[in-house]
């Protein structure tokens, strides 16, 4: 068990549709991080966040946004889903900022139909 | 700008050796190796920095060479244990904090 929470640990939903998922990092570390993982793409970095601020962003959509709370906790909302956005969705933490040791949730699988 | 790994497979069985190769265009900062088992999450095995030394896994090394931006994961001896896809993320220097991942490199090990 990495210490980190997400949730839920599948979703099925429909082309148009928006959801949110969400990442509980662990005690104590400050960043978040959003991976997308498709079968042909890999880990494909999302963003980044620091204590509640966005630290970097790679190849995330408009239709796709996230959040850092106070609490630490992070959300990531995909809107107007089309079929392409099915994949596995990882949320990672580390203590700090680069150089870090990930720890890795054990995923969002979401399915758009 | 993603790294790029090879091979993309590699079947071995016990007791043998493999390395794994991580290179990229880009000036390094680190490098970063991870191992995935199916249907589990990415596990931490090591980070390389540059200007920093070589660290070992158990019987899973590593190596970062700074003037050509590549890195290789040597696996020795290999255990059942080692199956898995392995990927290499690397930092850029100057862009700092986003972590890239390569596409991975699937490692079978048979009996």
């Known amino acids: 068990d990495s210490g980190v929470t997400q949730t839920p640990k599948h979703l099925i939903t429909a082309t148009g549709q928006r959801v949110t998922l969400r990442c509980s990092p662990r005690s104590g570390d400050l960043s978040v991080y959003w991976y997308q993982q498709s079968l042909d793409q890999g880990l494909q970095f999302l963003i980044q966040y620091y204590n509640g601020e966005e630290r970097a962003k790679g190849n995330i959509l408009e239709r796709f946004s996230a959040q850092q709370f106070p609490d630490l906790h992070s959300e990531l909302n995909l809107s107007s889903l089309e079929l392409g956005d099915s994949a596995l969705y990882f949320c990672?933490?580390?203590?700090?900022?680069?150089?870090?040791?990930?720890?890795f949730g054990s995923g969002t699988q979401l399915s758009v139909l | 700008q993603q790294p790029v790994q090879s091979p993309q497979a590699v079947i071995l069985r016990e007791g043998e050796d493999a390395v794994i190769n991580c290179s990229s265009s880009k000036a390094l900062y680190s490098v970063h190796w991870y191992r995935q088992k199916h249907g589990e999450a990415p596990v931490f095995l090591m980070i390389l920095l540059k200007g920093g030394e070589q660290k070992g896994h158990e019987k899973i090394s590593a190596s970062f060479n700074e003037k050509k931006q590549q890195s290789s994961l040597y696996l020795t001896a290999s255990q059942l244990s080692y199956s898995g896809t392995y990927f290499c993320?690397?930092?850029?220097?100057?862009?700092?904090?986003?972590?890239?991942f390569g596409a991975g490199t699937t490692v079978t090990v048979r009996a």
């Open positions: 993320g690397t930092e850029e220097q100057f862009v700092g904090y986003k972590l890239s």
């Open positions: 990672a933490s580390s203590l700090g900022l680069g150089n870090e040791k990930l720890f």
